[in-house]
């Protein structure tokens, strides 16, 4: 038996998808596989969506793996590139490109290659992590137009605080529309959040993360409520089961103890697993199909459960951490992070495998 494992479900994926286009049906999709596919598996994600009309990832190096697994489909590079060795094996390996940078520019303009890159400006409309400052864009803009290594502009930014109905997005909407909607070029705004709470902001082209994965970006709204399906299910197993008395201690520093006679269940996952370290008391998973209190302090291996009002429960039993029957999103707050975290920190130790196809 190997635990835990981490098994990513194909259809969950593409059903996901078909969401985001339901929802932004004049925009086109570039689905978002980033940090190995936020811990699901950049190849099996890239594979499951390969409806989409594009890619996005971080790092070149990305782009490199997809390549040589086979994938065909448009690949961005969010980050875009830096140097020129590394503009030459974006032109090879047919990227397409953020530049976000005056250093960027610098760079491309002195590419001698004779592929033409399709490049995505980023305006800085008030993220203030990448992107050109307003009053830099225009002279941005000029001197891509101007740059033969380029064969198509297109003009992106991105939202900081979309997951909010408030003034902080309106505002980066306006700035931005103000700024490029008079250059004419195809337009990329919408995040997970913002295809799902801001329609105006889909544009021609949405890049959504998050909600592929089956995760809501909304804090007070679930992903079943938008109708996206858990791609990742976390399980392990039960492998010994404790009985203790009224007062006994559960696990390093007794920070949990039994106010009646209880039974704990250990479970093989711990924080060398990716399983959050601070998780607090209160946290709940699924054993046999039925919500039980994680009791003590997490650790690297293990986490002790309170099973005592699952009398039926035994070692061997398999536990759910999160997804199916138990989004992430009910975790993350015990944890004191987002579902993003979670998924992304997996660690490679746990076995990914597929899902039965349905």
């Not at 199909?289 to 986490?303: H, Q, T, Y």
């Amino acid at each position: 038996m190997s635990f835990p494992v981490a098994t990513i479900d194909a259809a969950a994926l593409r059903s996901n998808l078909a969401v985001v286009r339901r929802m932004a049906p004049r925009s086109r999709v570039i689905a978002v596989v980033k940090a190995n596919g936020y811990g699901h598996g950049m190849i099996r994600v890239a594979r499951a969506l390969a409806d989409a009309d594009g890619l996005g990832v971080a790092r070149l190096s990305d782009a490199a793996v997809l390549r040589e697994a086979g994938v065909t489909q448009r690949i961005l590079l969010l980050e875009g590139v830096f140097g020129v060795e590394q503009f030459e094996l974006a032109a090879n390996k047919h990227c397409e490109i953020v530049i976000h940078s005056a250093e960027q520019l610098d760079v491309l303009e002195q590419f001698a290659g004779s592929h033409r890159f399709t490049v995505w400006l980023k305006l800085n409309s008030g993220m203030n992590r990448l992107g050109f400052r307003v009053e830099d864009f225009a002279a941005a803009h000029a001197r891509l137009q101007r740059c033969s290594a380029v064969s198509q502009i297109r003009v992106m930014t991105h939202l900081s605080a979309s997951e909010e109905r408030g003034h902080v997005t309106a505002t980066q909407l306006k700035i931005f529309d103000d700024l490029v909607a008079p250059l004419g070029h195809e337009r990329s705004v919408a995040n997970s959040a913002a295809v799902i709470g801001w329609p105006e902001a889909h544009q021609d082209w949405v890049r959504p993360g998050l909600m592929l994965y089956g995760m809501s970006p909304m804090s007070n709204q679930t992903a079943a409520e938008f109708g996206l399906c858990p791609a990742m299910t976390l399980s392990t197993h039960l492998i010994a089961v404790q009985n203790i008395g009224v007062g006994e201690p559960v696990g390093y520093n007794g920070i949990w103890r039994a106010q009646r006679p209880s039974r704990i269940g250990i479970a093989a996952i711990g924080y060398g697993d990716g399983f959050p370290r601070g998780t607090r008391n209160g946290a709940t998973v699924l054993v046999g199909g039925k919500e039980a209190p994680i009791a003590g302090r997490v650790s690297m291996d293990m986490i002790s459960i309170d099973i005592t009002d699952l009398p039926e429960a035994k070692a061997g039993d398999e536990v759910i951490v999160w997804g199916a029957g138990l989004p992430a999103e009910r975790l993350a707050p015990y944890a004191d992070t987002t579902c993003y975290e979670l998924v992304c920190r997996v660690a490679q130790r746990v076995t990914l495998k597929d899902a039965a196809q349905r």
